[in-house]
């Protein structure tokens, strides 16, 4: 009976407000009709978090509104075969939407209690295609590199340059760029020569915080 209650209020909000604004990738669509949302979110706020806004997860962190969620997600153009670095786990639900549509995720989280739990859900949810790390992820993950995809969920005003060089040619990373106030969400393409940067929208997401 739950289950049903929460299946039909992903469908809400995949045709209220992620198609109308332009999320038509159906791998992302149907990710996002999959991922049970609810359970990322404190439980006493699971009847809301299937609405289009952010939601606190404790520290001062909050888990990203869908339509942002999907918008980076689609900016990426995942096939499956990609190895993809993220940045900023917080509650994990960007993770397994990751992990649902590539090769294998490795995410990168500074507070360990965040980390924590949001590992203890996804290995509940039985994803194994994800690597956890503590610590901070301005400096990439070196030892994985190069990665595919990068997706950066927390904003900098200036994009860290080891994930520049950690990201393989032709690979796609999307990053907040900006001060606490405004922000734009960027697309970095690199290709053999240059690094491509497309602004995709405002946006508002909480500071990327350097060692
Ligand atoms: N995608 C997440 C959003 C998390 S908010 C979700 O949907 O739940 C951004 C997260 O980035 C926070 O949890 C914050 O602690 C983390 N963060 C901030 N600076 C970081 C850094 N340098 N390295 C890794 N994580 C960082």
Redesign the pocket.
């Known amino acids: 009976m739950e289950e049903q209650k929460y299946q039909g209020q992903r469908e809400h909000m995949v045709k209220k407000h992620l198609i109308p604004r332009g999320i038509k990738d159906k791998r992302v669509l149907e990710a996002f009709y999959k991922v049970p949302r609810h359970l990322?979110v404190d439980p006493a706020q699971r009847h809301i978090a299937y609405g289009d806004h952010?939601l606190p997860?404790g520290?001062e962190?909050?888990?990203?509104q869908p339509y942002i969620?999907a918008l980076m997600t689609q900016s990426l153009e995942l096939k499956g075969h990609e190895k993809v670095l993220?940045?900023?786990?917080?509650?994990?639900?960007?993770?397994a939407i990751l992990a649902e549509l590539a090769q294998h995720v490795y995410t990168?989280?500074?507070?360990p209690f965040?980390s924590e739990k949001?590992k203890k859900i996804l290995q509940e949810l039985e994803y194994n295609n994800i690597s956890f790390k503590v610590?901070?992820?301005?400096k990439g993950w070196p030892g994985e590199a190069p990665f595919d995809v990068i997706?950066v969920?927390?904003a900098t005003e200036s994009v860290p340059s080891p994930l520049v060089e950690q990201l393989s040619t032709g690979g796609r990373m999307v990053i907040p760029v900006g001060d606490i106030l405004v922000q734009n969400l960027v697309l970095v393409i690199k290709d053999e020569k240059d690094i491509e940067e497309q602004n995709l929208c405002g946006c508002r997401?909480?500071?990327?915080?350097?060692?």
């Open positions: 990322f952010p997860i520290l962190q909050t888990i990203s969620v993220e940045i900023g786990t917080g509650s994990g639900y960007q993770t990168i989280e500074r507070l965040l949001a610590g901070d992820g301005t997706l969920a927390a997401f909480v500071p990327l915080i350097r060692e």
